[in-house]
């Protein structure tokens, strides 16, 4: 009986430990830079990525809900296309901060979700007074 018991407990905890390994896998990112991306594409291909950079000022096309467009840091480009599955948000426009969570594909970052910063929005205005 005690046997049983330990073989059910020991079952039971290795496919929990199975569950959480191959689900954290797909679920997880790696989280970067542009330049960093740029510098070393080969090293993400296909893996889960959250880029971080600036929209470049006139790379912005819009194709209905998808994108395409370039985020650089550091002088580094990267090319995204988005695939429109969700709605781009409002504070997206060229020359805003953005995040891009997708797959690095053949050179070009496959995005399904981005997020703008809205410097303006969050930041306290300063004020010079004597």
């Known amino acids: 009986m005690k046997t049983k018991f330990i073989l059910l407990i020991l079952a039971i905890g290795l496919s929990l430990a199975a569950i959480a ?3 954290s896998k797909e679920t997880s990112f ?3 830079d542009a330049s960093e991306l740029a ?3 080969d090293k993400y291909d296909g893996d889960n990525l959250r880029v ?3 929209v470049k000022i006139g790379s912005v096309t819009r194709e209905g809900r998808e994108a395409k467009f370039i985020i650089e840091l550091n002088n580094k480009e990267v ?3 988005f695939t429109g599955k969700e709605l781009l948000p409002d504070a997206f426009k060229e020359g ?3 995040r891009v969570d997708g797959k ?4 070009v970052l496959v995005g399904d979700h981005v997020e703008a910063k809205c410097a303006s929005k969050y930041e306290a205005e300063y ?3 004597p």
């Open 21 to 23: 390994f191959f689900s």
């Open 30 to 32: 790696v989280l970067l």
């Open 39 to 41: 510098v070393h594409p």
């Open 52 to 54: 971080r950079g600036m």
């Open 79 to 81: 090319p995204v296309n």
């Open 96 to 98: 805003v901060r953005v």
């Open 104 to 107: 690095f594909k053949n050179g």
């Open 127 to 129: 004020k010079n007074e």
